[in-house]
């Protein structure tokens, strides 16, 4: 056991009974000053909140009630475990997004074996894209189910890092205009086509499969430019099928559904077609931690989140220094408060205390992200 030292003069000290609350009491032998010895268990209880929070246990199976338990930890729902700044360039990167609610969604950044970036969003938008690629290094291919925003964002922050549109996704973008069991020959033939997608192991096979889909379109270009009368409007008649081939003809032309393929990039290490690295790795754990949690407000799903991806990164800092590191509701609400200050005061002495111009007129869309 640790030497209990004098405060006063530094000598040793000896047991001397225990307080009104139970704490041990300890006596000087030189000056015969009396004191207690409390220890931070600050670290261990965030801990404790972090293996609850992140597995599948109730509150009162981790060593106490529940009542206690909620007690001593509920100052840690205030921490925010930011991601790092991932400076590292990776030969592969997964990017998608969770959604919490309505108006919150995680876009998440990964690797096959860690967690490198997340990022708080109201709608899955460039601005949102961007803040998360920015605080990552551009890696060699990144693998998308193509989200909304995603492109743009990837050409402005990772401009020489190449795609790989997820095969899986691209056929479920077909399979959700055709259905399992389509009834024209058409679309019959389309979702063969799509299905096969998912089989292409070669180069050769992927020009055997592109020759295929152009041979489709020109085979039902006739069948698809038929029109039909709705109210009193010429409407195309099978447009379901047509919104399946636009979808594929856009990632043809991107040449971005074949990047596993290139030798040049294999070379360093294979690309995956598909993004079940992030699907069925991050996604589907994190929904099995809401799932166990259900019920929570959206702030604390938020930070589970947070927390499950912090915990997965490479490096994770320990909870003693989580604790001194990671910022507080309060700091950052501290944060957003100097900011706004900051942008009243350029304005008012531009405009004066009256009615703002921003607050009449805007240059762009107002942004609708969490930054």
């Known amino acids: 056991m640790k030497k209990i030292l004098c405060p006063a003069c530094g000598g040793e000290t000896k047991r001397n009974g225990k307080t009104s609350s139970g704490a041990t009491r300890w006596r000087c ?5 009396s004191t207690t010895q409390r220890y931070d ?17 109730t509150q009162s199976e981790m060593g106490m009630s529940a009542r ?22 990776h030969h592969v990167v997964f990017v998608d997004g969770i959604w919490l609610g309505r108006e919150a969604v995680a876009l998440i950044a990964c690797t096959q074996e860690h967690v490198i970036g997340w990022h708080l969003a109201r709608s899955e938008n460039s601005q949102a894209w961007a803040a998360l690629m920015a605080r990552v290094a551009a890696p060699d291919v990144v693998v998308s189910d193509g989200g909304q925003g995603f492109e743009k964002a990837r050409r402005a ?29 058409a679309g019959v033939e389309l979702y063969g086509i799509a299905k ?35 109210e009193g409007k010429a409407v195309f008649k099978h447009e379901r099928l047509r919104r399946a081939r636009r979808g594929l003809e856009k990632l043809a032309r991107a040449g971005t559904l074949f990047t596993y393929l290139d030798e040049e990039l294999t070379r360093n ?21 809401l799932n166990e949690h259900r019920g929570m407000r959206l702030d604390r799903r938020i930070k589970a989140v947070f ?37 009243k005061d350029q304005v008012l002495s ?7 111009w921003s607050d009449l007129h805007a240059s762009c869309p107002y942004r609708i992200d969490y930054d």
């Not at 670290?43 to 246990?57: Q, T, V």
């Not at 050769?204 to 069948?223: K, P, T």
């Not at 909870?319 to 900051?342: C, H, K, V």
């Not at 531009?350 to 703002?356: E, F, I, P």
Request: aromatic share 12%; hydrophobic share 40%; net charge positive.
């Open 307 to 343: 927390w499950w991806c912090y915990m997965r990164t490479e490096r994770p800092l320990p909870f003693a220094e989580i604790l001194r590191e990671m910022p507080a509701d309060e700091s950052i609400a501290g944060l957003y408060q100097a900011a706004n200050n900051n942008r």
């Open 41 to 57: 268990n600050s670290s261990k209880l965030l801990k404790l909140f972090a293996d609850w929070l992140l597995a599948k246990k």
């Open 269 to 289: 290490g294979t690309v995956p077609a598909t993004n079940n690295a992030i699907e069925g790795g991050v996604n589907r754990q994190l929904r099995v931690v």
């Open 196 to 230: 096969d997608l998912l089989h292409v192991g070669s180069l050769n096979e992927a020009a055997e499969w592109l020759a295929s889909f152009s041979s489709w379109c020109a085979r039902w270009e006739g069948f698809l430019k038929e029109k039909t009368i709705v």
């Open 157 to 185: 922050v990772w401009g020489r890092t190449r795609v790989q549109r997820c095969t899986f996704h691209a056929f479920c973008q077909v399979k959700r205009q055709t259905t399992t069991r389509p009834k024209p020959e």
């Open 350 to 356: 531009q405009w004066g205390s009256a009615v703002q």
């Open 68 to 89: 206690t338990f909620r007690r001593q930890t509920a100052r840690f729902w205030k921490l925010w475990p930011l991601a790092p700044v991932c400076d590292e360039v």
């Open 29 to 33: 032998k030189s000056c015969g000053a």
